[in-house]
């Protein structure tokens, strides 16, 4: 196992957080970045969300290994690009990743890394070009991220995972592209001195905030809103006033948790 394997393993688990079932994720509920229907493929047999939600830390780990780190080589692509791959591979799936690599590369587009594009990888490696071909793949997934019909309402969070708090790489942000740069001059100028940021996840998904307000926009936390504002109105039965108000409270209450779960980032791009 490489050296960085454990580092850039934190730094996927704190980009994607814990437990949350956002309603406009196409994964679904979702923990450590697992999805039910990966969990479900990797246990061999159909998973609920609460067994998605019992996922432990070390089980995420081992999916995260046998599905993501070895089908994109890990241990055997450069630093810097290693990390870049692994983490666009667990966001938006191995195929896409690769197929990015390739088409960086100019070889064939097959999403399978085979011994002509490792080939092509340490080309360019000799070459010193590792850099750029890290900076090309991340600007062509933020690319392809602006392509999604969810990016006008997750673009924020989308953007920094990539590009951090601002565009193109540059030391001490905490975009992929950045850390990817920074473990590539680590490893390749024999930096190990230099500390690299780790990544800050979006505001509530370590915390599972997210998949809290998940829960009162679902079918059965709606039908709670409903009934206590049922049982409140009933309170103030003959008071037509209090009970408007309490109406248009309770829509103000909905709007703002509507508008909040929209601003919530979902697991996958």
């Known amino acids: 196992m490489k050296p960085n394997f454990n580092l850039v393993m934190r730094w996927v688990g704190l980009s994607e957080g814990g437990y949350v079932d956002h309603p406009s994720d196409p994964g679904g509920a979702t923990n450590h ?3 039910r229907q990966t969990l479900a493929s990797w246990r061999g047999h159909a998973v609920s969300k609460d067994d998605v939600k019992r996922l432990t830390k070390d089980e ?4 995260y290994k046998a599905r993501y780190f070895d089908l994109v080589r890990f241990d055997e692509l450069p630093a ?3 990390y870049t791959l692994v983490d666009f591979a667990i966001n938006s799936g191995p195929g896409r990743a690769i197929r990015f690599l390739q088409r960086a590369l100019k070889v064939k587009e097959d999403g ?6 490792m080939a092509a990888v340490d080309h ?7 850099p750029a071909l890290i900076v090309s793949i991340n600007e062509k997934r933020l690319a392809f991220m602006r392509s999604l019909r969810h990016w006008p309402r997750f673009k924020n969070g989308w953007q920094r995972r990539v590009m951090g708090e601002t565009m193109g790489a540059q030391d001490n942000d905490i975009g992929v592209i950045d850390r990817s740069i920074m473990l590539y001059n680590r490893h390749y100028g024999h930096r190990q001195d230099v500390p690299i940021p780790a990544p800050k996840p979006a505001p509530g998904k370590a915390e ?3 998949s809290a307000k998940a ?24 008071q037509p006033i209090l009970q408007y108000g309490l109406v248009a409270l309770a829509l103000i209450g909905l709007g703002y948790l509507i508008y909040r779960q929209t601003q919530a980032e979902p697991e996958h791009a």
């Open 112 to 117: 399978v890394l085979g011994p002509v594009t």
């Open 208 to 210: 599972g905030k997210a």
């Open 124 to 130: 360019e490696l000799v070459l010193g070009n590792i």
């Open 215 to 238: 829960q009162w926009l679902s079918p059965d936390g709606l039908s709670k809103i409903a009934a206590a504002a049922g049982t409140l109105g009933s309170a103030f039965a003959g």
């Open 80 to 82: 810097g690009l290693d």
């Open 33 to 35: 970045g697992i999805t």
């Open 60 to 63: 995420a780990e081992q999916i």
